[in-house]
């Protein structure tokens, strides 16, 4: 049996918590690394959670321009839905200044109810289209009303791993704490560090409005502050294929373990900020 963390967050003794071996996925933990064990009453089957988005720098940039455009098409949809139900109603006041019957109206064409009919098409579209997105986006479960935790004693074995249900977290988290931990990896690419630590995260972090309101009411000293983050980056010297590093595994987990608690539906920028002081 393998001795539990506090959390708690367990590491793969095998790969040291990193996934592979000699650029391969680990046999033990089968490149999971490092995983946060629930266990409930009432659950049909043991869950287990961990961290599964791949980045790189390329990834990162086609994933941003991916998001801008389907932000643009939305945009565009809606509008031109927009100009159809304008349409509608000038249509449909002029069929009243003409004294003809709202019930007559799908009898009418013109260049407005064609218009109309169409938009009415785009929004079917565009609502299938958010429908479809909010899908593919996970929330974080529920905490059940009845006794749930994670594991108070070490139970969890890295050879029962087969046993239990993986989910990944890294969908259950918001687009402001993505859009933070790819800031920051981006950041610790352009510095050619071989690790994602918590320090990259943490300054990726301070640009968030939300976070400043929290050191704001804490009365944090930016300038003290910012020269302990650029000590301990100056420090950070191991260079090569940047990676997440052991302790950001843990923090995102922590972040979602906080979230979790809450009974929030997603993880947000307030959780990261909390799990990279903690861990």
Known sequence: ???????????????????????????????????????????????????????????????????????????????????????????????????????DMINIKNEYTAVWWLSLLVDMYLIYRINQESKLKGKIKKKPMVKASFLEESKFDWSDLKEYKKIDISRSFDQQSLGTIEESWLSAARMQHKFLDNVHIFVALLKNSQVNMVFGRLSIDYKHLAEKIKSALTKITESGKLELSVESKKAFLEAYAQAYKQRKDKVGVTDLLYATAQV
């Not at 064990?37 to 994933?63: D, M, N, Q």
């Not at 801008?68 to 009243?96: C, E, M, P, S, T």
């Open 1 to 103: 049996m393998i001795k539990k963390e506090a959390n708690p967050i367990y590491v793969c003794p095998e790969c040291a918590g990193l996934g592979n071996i000699n650029g391969a996925d680990c046999k033990q933990c089968a490149g999971l690394g490092v995983v946060l064990v629930l266990e409930a009453v009432g659950l049909k089957e043991k869950e287990l959670y961990y961290w599964g988005r791949k980045l790189s720098y390329f990834k990162i940039l086609e994933k941003r321009r991916e998001r801008r455009i389907r932000v643009l098409l939305n945009a565009l949809l809606f509008i031109f839905g927009l100009i159809g139900f304008l349409l509608l109603i000038k249509a449909l006041y002029d069929l009243k200044s003409a004294g003809i019957g709202l019930a």
